[in-house]
């Protein structure tokens, strides 16, 4: 009779187990707060690093590497209107 009474409380004991921990994952949404100040182009200049997890249709992804920016201020000239002449 013992080790009857044994395994019952053992499959209780991981029966709870389990649902604490399924019942405990995730659910929660991340959300970030508005940037403030003034950002440009300017300001993305020098080695930058960045690393991502998350999955897709294959499953489990992850991602990192590295990219040197080089800021880059480009003024454009007032558009020209350019009328072709009939000769």
Partial sequence: MVPVKRYF???VATTIILIIVAGCGGGSKVTFPTP???FSNANLNGPFA???TGSDAGGF???A???VAMALVISHPAP???IAKPR
């Fill in 9 to 11: 409380l053992l499959s």
């Fill in 36 to 38: 403030q100040g003034t």
């Fill in 50 to 52: 960045f690393s991502y």
């Fill in 61 to 63: 992804l992850a991602v």
């Fill in 65 to 67: 590497g590295s990219f």
């Fill in 80 to 82: 020209r209107t350019l």
